[in-house]
């Protein structure tokens, strides 16, 4: 009876191994500056978009910057989520406490959030492989995230979709560091559209 019960939970014990250390892995970026390239392919569309930028993590508050092909600023402030097009001078303003991905993947990375509760975490060699569990699959239409290491550093996260799209975020340079400005001010002349 004791070796069932052995084979039964070293499984489980496998598992919660797995969810601490990338736990500790990720919450180091809990303060950093990251330049990236986002690579999306979109199904429907058959095509495939390339986008550069760089994403600052100051706990609790983040400031995402696309540089290209064309510059967006995503950020937080107090409750609300704000989404800058300059080109078009407009604003999205959206409240906090709407069920956004983005928002679930700050609380994670701060620490407010463990992945365990939204995901099946399992290790392949230098990789991660996130299943997302039911409850998070309903709310986003996620599937898996791989997020893949060199020299135990973020190298790469892909996300699958449940309709079959696929989003690459390659890490091109990491900063850890406290100094960094993550406020943004918007033009006085900004439209604004509440959603």
Sequence with gaps: MAK???ILLIPFFSFAN?????????KKYSNSKI???QISYIKELNEKQEFAGIIYL????????YTKPYKQVIFSK???IFIYSPDENQVIIT???KDLFI???????????KLSNYFYINKKNETYVLTAKEKFIKKFKLKKMEIGFKNNDIEKIII?????????FKIINVEFEKSFDINYILPKDVEVINY
């Design 4 to 6: 069932i019960l052995l």
């Design 18 to 26: 797995e969810s601490l250390n990338l736990e500790k892995i990720i």
């Design 35 to 37: 330049e990236f390239k």
């Design 58 to 65: 100051k706990s609790p508050k983040f400031k995402v910057v």
């Design 78 to 80: 107090e409750n609300k």
């Design 95 to 97: 409240d906090k406490n």
């Design 103 to 113: 928002l679930t993947l700050v609380k994670i990375l701060s620490g407010k959030e």
């Design 160 to 168: 699958y979709d449940t309709i079959g799209n696929k989003i690459i």
